[in-house]
Structure formats: C-alpha cells, structure tokens
C-alpha cells in the first residue's frame, strides 16, 4: 500500500507523529532539567504559594510546544475569572509530570536566582531549537493565561 493510499487513521496517526515526538522529546528533556536543578541543591521550603502569582509577583511564561503538551492532556477550557493556575489545588501541583520549564526552575531561595535563571535559559533554548526541529511554530506566553481563555 503507498502512503498515499494509507487508512484515514494511519493517516492521522502519521500527521500526529511529529507530535507525539515532540512530546517525547520534551519530557526527556524535562527529565535533565529535573535531575540537574536537583544536583544544584535547591531546595523547596514547602511553603506552598510559590504558584500563587499575584501573591509572589510573578509571571510565569510558557512556550507553545509545552502549552501543546500540557494541552493535549487537558484540553478543556478553563474559566478566565480567575488567575490562579488550574493545576494548584489545595496548594500543591497536580499536574507535576507536564508543568513547564518556569515552574521547574522556579524556588523560593533567592541565593539560587542566577544558578536557576541560567539553568532555565539553557533548556527554554533547547525547547526552542526542539519546536523548530518538529515544525511546531514558536511563540511565548503567559501560562495561565494561556490556558484560561
Ligand atoms: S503547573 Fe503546577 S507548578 Fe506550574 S504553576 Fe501550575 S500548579 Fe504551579
């Protein structure tokens, strides 16, 4: 059979392989970001609002290929009349295995701010490059945002 000729699901499952790479990709690198912020010596302080952005004053910033990951396991909507992440409940993080690069290199410690600004530059950078190989138009945005509207 010629790949012209393929079943409609072969097919869709040939367009959705990039993806699916993609993907794949993304969460080993997650898995070197994970291991080189744990050798760093950070530590949590478990204070439990480091996601509660209006309190800390942050914005935390997605690329499109980890907005798409975190999508493709949650594509509902979420309500926009709220600025709070959907994933923190109860003060934790429920969705720990796709959050994204800012809240794996984000800590309370400022001692660690240039170490985790640096380690966070590297990867945004590979996740970059990584959108380009599989063809995944990049752009930047804030993450709730993004997912609540
Ligand atoms: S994905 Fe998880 S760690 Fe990141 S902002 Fe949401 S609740 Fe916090």
Redesign the pocket.
């Given at each position: 059979m010629t790949q012209n000729s393929s079943h409609p699901k072969q097919r869709k499952e040939q367009k959705n392989r990039p993806a699916a790479e993609a993907f794949e990709a993304l969460e080993k690198l997650y898995r070197r970001v994970d291991k080189e912020i744990s050798e760093s010596g950070v530590e949590c302080w478990l204070r439990g609002d480091?996601?509660n952005f209006e309190k800390v004053d942050h914005t935390?910033f997605a690329s499109s290929l980890e907005l798409e990951y975190v999508r493709k396991k949650h594509p509902e909507t979420f309500p926009p009349d709220n600025a709070l992440?959907p994933?923190?409940e109860d003060g934790r993080?429920v969705?720990?295995k796709r959050?994204?690069l800012g809240?794996r290199t984000y800590f309370c410690d400022g001692n660690f701010a240039e170490q985790l600004q640096a380690i966070y530059e590297k990867y945004h950078s590979e996740i970059r490059e990584l959108a380009k190989r599989y063809d995944i138009p990049y752009s930047y945005k804030p993450?709730v945002l993004a997912l609540r509207t």
């Open positions: 480091c996601c935390l992440c994933f923190w993080c969705e720990r959050r994204p809240c993450f």
